[in-house]
């Protein structure tokens, strides 16, 4: 078993709608939650980054942790065709960051 | 430069070659990692170096894989007599070092193709 989840995807959803992308993860000892976005080609680039448990808000992006079940969820309000990419979570407890396989967003306009 | 420049952006060799990707950290940045990104499988882990502190290579598939890093900037990954199953981006990041991942910079990548 992996130390992380997450679906793949494709998630294909209209312009506007909410979308919401989740990990689950088996190490207790995380401690840092994060969400990358990568484009075609492109390196990942940080979203958003969590220290153990809650929510937090950037714009249209909302992270949420919930350590008791070790679940992670990115929310999109709003979504644009811009927002079409992989997004991967990722987390860490130590000197290297632990990745799930990435969610494939297509946005329709 | 302002980000974390990799190079070659593509490369495409026989199987059974040597191959070096480089990597050039942003200035300043102490920590250095490298990842393999295959197809459907998130970032894998490779190796590390923080400072002068002995690498954390726990992450090399396998003795064809090294990686150095000189003056505690310029890093260079070697993969020895490839194998198909090596195709794959590989990506460096930089950062400043310790837990907090704000810093993190992923480079675009190398996209090995081995034939």
């Known amino acids: 078993q992996k130390e992380v989840e997450q679906d793949p995807g494709p998630l294909s959803v209209p312009e506007g709608a909410i979308v919401s992308l989740n990990c689950t993860y088996s190490?207790?000892?995380?401690?840092?939650f994060m969400w990358y976005r990568q484009y075609s080609r492109k390196g990942p680039e940080l979203l958003m980054y969590t220290y153990s448990s809650g929510n937090k808000e950037d714009g249209r992006f909302t992270a949420q942790v919930d350590k008791s079940s070790k679940y992670i969820s990115l929310f999109i309000r709003d979504s644009q065709p811009s927002d079409s990419a992989t997004y991967l979570c990722a987390m860490t407890g130590g000197n290297k960051l632990v990745f799930g396989a990435g969610t494939i967003l297509r946005v329709k306009s | 430069g302002a980000g974390v420049s990799q190079s070659p952006s593509n490369k495409v060799t026989e199987k059974g070659k040597d191959v070096e990707l480089r990597c050039d950290p942003i200035s300043g940045h102490t920590a250095l990692y490298w990842y393999r990104q295959s197809l459907g499988q998130g970032l894998e882990f490779l190796i590390y170096f923080q400072g002068n502190s002995a690498p954390d290579k726990s992450g090399l598939p396998s003795d064809r894989f090294s990686a150095e890093r000189t003056g505690g900037s310029v890093s260079t990954l070697t993969i020895q007599r490839t194998q198909q199953e090596d195709s794959a981006v590989y990506l460096c990041?930089?950062?400043?070092?310790?837990?907090?991942?704000?810093?993190?910079?992923f480079g675009s990548g190398t996209r090995l193709t081995v034939v």
């Open positions: 990041a930089s950062s400043q070092g310790g837990l907090a991942p704000n810093g993190y910079t």
């Open positions: 190490n207790s000892a995380f401690q840092y």
